[in-house]
């Protein structure tokens, strides 16, 4: 069921652009806890997303270093990171996650903003991959592809992959200069800042 909704999560989050933005200065960040707008405070203590602009912020209220590529191609631009305190949201009418302290983060092609780019990582075990089993980077992992339907104009390719005990979860709308090579290629390059 898990695998299901990290699928679902990813399909939805891609066919509708993500439009967070904060405006956070570092000194409104405090040393050992953020400093929230009202609108924030609401959508962390309701919902537990959380929108931050900066990896080390984002890293520093999830308790781990959080990942980011070092390669998108040109004319995709980064969305914030979103965190996720409770886990993945119900979105099948379920409960809520397990507490995994989901991160992720769109990037959205300017050309055509139907096609996006999502990485979503946390932390979990390896039984947890789901898909096709195939080998991304030099780490097991799996391999989803989605049909165009449902009201999308591109097929989704999912990449999940396990790494010491971090899973993550790259997927990507196959149209424009997004191929299943150049997300290979986004995969391989997705690294935490140690």
Not at 35 to 52: A, H, N, S
Not at 100 to 129: A, F, G, M, S, Y
Not at 177 to 183: K, S, V
Request: with cysteine; aromatic share 8%.
């Amino acid at each position: 069921m898990k695998k299901l909704i990290i699928g679902l999560m990813l399909g939805m989050c891609l066919l509708v652009p993500i439009s967070c933005t904060t405006e956070v200065s570092e000194s409104e960040v405090e040393e050992e806890k953020p400093t929230l707008t009202e609108d924030q405070k609401e959508l962390w203590v309701e919902r537990g997303v959380l929108p931050v602009s900066t990896i080390e912020e984002a890293s520093r209220l999830v308790g781990y270093q959080v990942a980011t590529p070092t390669f998108i191609p040109e004319g995709f631009l980064p969305g914030d990171f979103e965190l996720n305190q409770l886990g993945f949201p119900p979105q099948l009418g379920g409960e809520w996650g397990d507490g995994k302290r989901v991160v992720q983060r769109q990037w959205t092609w300017l050309d055509d903003p139907k096609i996006n780019i999502l990485l979503i990582q946390h932390p979990d075990t390896d039984e947890n991959v789901s898909g096709e089993p195939i080998e991304v980077c030099g780490h097991s992992g799996g391999r989803e592809f989605f049909e165009a339907e449902k009201g999308r104009e591109h097929p989704l390719l999912v990449l999940h992959w396990w790494d010491g005990d971090m899973v993550y979860s790259l997927g990507g709308s196959l149209g424009g200069p997004l191929t299943e090579e150049i997300l290979h290629e986004i995969a391989c390059s997705v690294k935490a800042n140690e």
